[in-house]
Structure formats: C-alpha cells, structure tokens
C-alpha cells in the first residue's frame, strides 16, 4: 500500500486510478478529433483545449471516486464495477455540462461529451478486465510471512483469503510450543536461519502476530530481517493498514500512545476545516432552505406533531448539544426512553421512511455545522443514554469525542448502519482510525464517498 496524507491506499487501486485518468483523456481527444472531422474544423494545437481535456478527466475520475468505483466491491465484482461506472460517467457529463453552462463559455461541445462518454465506458470497463484480472493474481500482492500461528495468525489468513486483499500470505512461523490454530505453521526449530528463510520465500513484509509477546518476542530475529531491508509490522498497525479500522481486540493503550497519529500539529488542518465548514454549511442552508421548508410542511401534513425534531447529542470533549432533524418518527417514539432505530422500524412515518433513506431528514443539521457544534465530516454523535453505556462496555469509546461530531463520517461510508452494541463497537473502529489519521484528504475522501452511501440507501434505515 501506499500512504498519502496519512490514509493507505492500495496499489491496485493506484495503478487503475493512473491508468483510468491516461483513458479519460485519449477518450476525450478522441472525441474532439472525431467532432472536429465530422464538421470539417481544422485541427488545433492539443495546449489550446488541454485544460478542456483535463477538466473532462478531472470531473469524470472525481465522480468515479465518489460513487464507489473503486472500492472493495467494484474491484470483485465486474457487473458491479460497470453499474457503477456508468453511473459516474453520466454524473460527470450532466456537472460539466451544468459547469459550462455557469461559465457561459464553449469549453465543451455537447456532441463531444456525447462521444466522450460513450467511449469512456467501454475502455474504462476494459482496463478492468485487463489490469483488474492481472492485479487479482498473486504475483502482484505483497508477499507477507507471519511469526505466529495462533488467533491472530488465523485472522489474518481470512483477510488474505479476501478477493480485494492486497498481500498474500507465503507462510507462518509458530514461535511458541503451543498448539498452532494454523495447521500449516512451522515451528521456528525447524528453521535455521529465519533470515534466510524470508530472503528463500521473497517476502515483501514480516508481521508479529504473537498472541503472547512476553518472553517470546523474536528480537535478534526481527532486527536481522529489518536491516536486511525487509519490512516488519506488528499486528495491530498491519489490520489499521489493511482495513482502515483500529482494531480493539488487539490495541492497548500504550499502542495508541506510541503509534503514528493523534498529531497535535493541526493549527493550519483546523482553521481550514473550520472555514470550510462555514462556508460550505451557508451556502448549503442557503440552496435547501426551500427544500427544508417544503418536507417541514409535509412531515407536519403526514403525521401530528412538530415539523422539526430537537435531541441531545455529545459533542466535542463530552459536551452536551442540541441536533436539529426533520421528524422522521412518531411523537411517542421513545415514550418508553431512548432506543436503537431498527430495520422496518415500526416508529418511522411514511414520510419519514423517504426523508431516512435520501438523508433529507439531516439537511437542518448544517445550522449545528454553521454554529461550530458540528462539522461536515466527523465521528456521528450519539446519545447521553447510549454514551454511558459504551463507554463502560467499550475501551477507547471516549476518544471518539476528542474531534467534532459530523454529520457523515469514516464509519458511515465503511459500515452499515448501527442499532446495536456490537455495530457500536465496529463504528468506534472507524472512529478512532479517523481520529487518529485526520486529514483534509481523508475528509475530502469522506465527502466524495458520501455520495456513494445517499445514492443507493447504504446504512440508511
């Protein structure tokens, strides 16, 4: 994998992302010389419309990235794949369209887009099943070989087995004397030279995934195969890694202390989130304000009661604030004291069931962002009576809350919704991978991904 701004991202997904970006502008020469023919133009200069064909890339990859095309999913599935490329591409046709009808200028030729899109898809699905099908094959993962062959070592054996996983596992070591859950682990007595070994397999990278370190911890071996240029990872930073996710059955506190993250150096980082904030959260009241007041009127037509939906969240450091919601649900939702929302939920209007899946019903929580209580992106705050009861059941709960709640955040583009304890405690892996590893990448990742979970309903109940 390779880190940017913090955020590991795939080498399969770099690779069709550069190659993908190469496609989009042959496409889109393509489509001028063929217009340009067709209407007998003389051919000029590619620097005279370069920033036309780099414009027509730009958008189109930005809603490639937004709408899922190269997620997990996408990158197994080729029917998938191509559902969602189309839909990026229409989506990046109509933005510049609308982009050039704004501008006023005549960057882009409508019978040019025309071509350009129905060029994009086929080689865009192309170079999927071309490079897609190389990337799959095991010479092109990062060759792992695991010290361990107990739990942990068998975790990781399902991760590898996964059809987007980026590693392949080429062998476990059991260090112990005890019984391996690995049946196929060999014991270190067996192995001479451990360096060696490792230089024989090719690995790429050592994980430690010892289920006890003390007194078993491989020392001479690990420094011998770090200064043979060999990486070695211990096992909770290769899960963060390799699923974007703290993982709490294995950190400790001392792990979250020591490890790369929680960087009190985001003076700059802040202010530009802050100001984002503000002037994206007006400009957004600004444009729904007619939307809010439309549903405000048909939630109060729909059922009795009020239009608008006030609840005590936790915020920033454990404070209390007020979020502000169009009312999704009946008055005496929780006349019985607060509770988890869950599938086909009885206490969802009609019209709520609408405004829950389209996320219409969040759109007043921009006046929290506007107010500062808030941000756009940040961990999902949760209620006074559920915080209490996480924070006794879950290590680390209570660092969700050392950055601003958001109204879309990591845990909400990578799981599904939560209505329980257990999917509370997967949501605080996400959270606290976020907190750890908060960028204005992975913030602007966020906000492009959002796109993806409010066009097809993902998490929304």
Known sequence: MIRLFKHYIPHAV???????????LAVGEGAWRLRAGQIGMDLVPLSDRAWSLIGYAAVVWTAMIAVGVYGADSLRSMRFATARLLVAVSLGVIAITFLDFLLGGH????????????????????????VGGILGASA???RV???????????????????????????????????????EAIPRGAIHNLTRHVENLGVSEVVLA????????PLADLLRIKTTGVHVNDFSSFIERETGRVDLDSVNPSWLIFSDGFSSGRAISSAAKRLFDVSASALLLALTAPIIALFALLVKLDSTGPALFRQTRVGLFGQDFQVIKLRSMRTDAEANGAQWATKDDP??????????????????????????????????????????????????????????????????????????VEDSR???????????????????????????VVLWHEGAR
């Not at 770099?14 to 989009?24: C, E, K, P, T």
């Not at 899109?117 to 080689?123: D, K, L, T, W, Y």
Request: hydrophobic share 45%; net charge positive.
């Open 14 to 24: 770099i690779l069709l992302g550069i190659i993908d970006i190469a496609l989009l």
């Open 210 to 217: 010892l289920e006890e370190r003390r007194n078993s911890l």
């Open 347 to 420: 206490r969802v209007t009609r019209l709520g069931r609408f405004i829950r899946k389209t996320r219409i019903d969040e759109l007043p929580q921009t006046w929290s962002v506007l107010k500062g209580e808030m941000s756009f992106v940040g961990p999902r705050p949760e209620r006074p009576e559920f915080v209490a009861e996480l924070e006794e059941q879950m290590p680390f709960y209570a660092e969700r809350h050392m950055v601003k709640p958001g109204i879309t955040g990591w845990a909400q583009i990578n799981y599904p919704y939560g209505a329980s």
């Open 140 to 142: 092109f993962r990062r």
């Open 426 to 452: 997967h949501k605080l892996e996400y959270d606290l991978y976020y907190a750890k590893n908060y960028t204005p990448f992975l913030d602007l990742l966020i906000l492009l991904q959002t796109l993806r």
């Open 145 to 183: 070989l695991v010290l361990g062959a107990g739990n942990r070592a068998d975790r990781l054996k399902q991760l590898s087995e996964k059809p987007e996983s980026g590693f392949v596992i080429v062998g476990y070591v059991l260090m112990t004397e005890s019984v391996p859950v690995v049946a």
């Open 107 to 130: 960057t882009f030729w409508r019978s040019t887009l025309a071509y350009a899109m129905a060029g994009s898809v086929p080689a865009l699905v192309l170079n999927r099943l071309i």
